[in-house]
């Protein structure tokens, strides 16, 4: 069993809640627009992480984080990308690669919305786990964490870290 700790939209924002809540999980998944080079490393520090580059970010960030990232956890086939769109509408190119080769479980960001849901027709659980950062329109700061056992994905916490401005 793993303990995964989700979040994206930092744009270079620390908050020491993030150790608090991360530092229980196995590892860090963090879907773009990280804004520095240091808060990978602090987030680093907790916990080994997964990171994928956001359009915000700059060149140090894209050189050491890919666009996507095909991974398995446990028995659980995911992939990890900062613009997804969402169920429905997802964003262009993301539908046929979502098709082509199916994750049980879909990760991005970019929104700045929270937003789990069931994708009936391409049997996946989507998550954006909204923006734990400051910059952007989003209201409250939030972070996502679950559970991979085997096949299973489980116990999954919203976590508000508080208002955004």
Known sequence: MKKIGILSDTH???????AQY????????????????ELLNRLEA??????VHGNADGYPIRLSCPKDLLFNVEEVYVRLTHIGGYPGHYAPGVRRELLADPPQL???GHSHILKVQYDQNLK?????????GKQGFHQVRTLIRLQIDKANISDLEVIELGISG
């Open 12 to 18: 270079g924002y620390w908050d020491d809640r993030y």
């Open 46 to 51: 907790i916990r080994p992480v997964r990171a």
């Open 124 to 132: 996946l659980l989507y998550v954006n786990p909204g923006a734990a």
């Open 106 to 108: 879909f990760v991005c």
């Open 22 to 37: 991360f530092s229980a999980c196995d590892e860090i998944w963090h879907a773009g627009d990280i804004g520095s080079l």
